[in-house]
């Protein structure tokens, strides 16, 4: 699993829930969409968690579609607005951050298995 996230403590905190889930293991924890892109270059990730939290711009949204060409893209983000346009890009599912972390747990599922839900 390949994690994007631009602030370190989110970044952080969203590793150690995927890394401490039956099933999932923490490829790398990115700062930025290049790195997650040079990463998946380089190695086999299942999946990329991609969270928009921190500035949902269009550049943000053009990651997804970067990476949703070589892993499918779970896009995380506080702003439910965003769902439509994250999934338009490419991500095979979208979670509003209100949720839970069992919902989190469980849509990372689906999208590994290839069920994403917009």
Known sequence: MLIVEADARVRQALADLVGSTDGFAVLAACESADEAENTCRVSHADAALVSL??????????????????VPVLAVAPFGSLAGRAIAAGAAAFYDQDGDADALVALLHEVIDGAGVG
């Open 53 to 70: 939290r921190a500035s949902p711009t269009d550049a943000n949204i053009a990651v997804i579609t970067r990476l949703a060409a070589q």
